[in-house]
């Protein structure tokens, strides 16, 4: 998915704006767009980023019960 950012967009607020999370898709994210890190936190208005097209499962990682 192709978003362009609007002025003061990071790329964590660009992901959670068009995908309604961050986690797992920040990298994602970086690793779909090579060079948008040399930009800077703030990217530039109208820069062109590639968004991962589906959003990643949650793991069944196990409960951790602080008592028994």
């Not at 950012?5 to 986690?23: I, P, S, Y």
């Not at 968004?51 to 990643?56: K, V």
């Amino acid at each position: 998915m192709l978003v362009r950012a609007l002025q003061g967009d990071t790329v964590d607020a660009l992901c959670w704006r068009h995908l309604r999370t961050t986690r797992d898709v920040v990298e994602q994210t970086y690793e779909l767009n090579p060079g948008l890190a040399d930009l800077g936190a703030v990217l530039p208005h109208g820069q062109v980023v590639t968004l991962p097209d589906s959003t990643p499962q949650p793991s069944a990682a196990p409960a951790v019960k602080l008592w028994d």
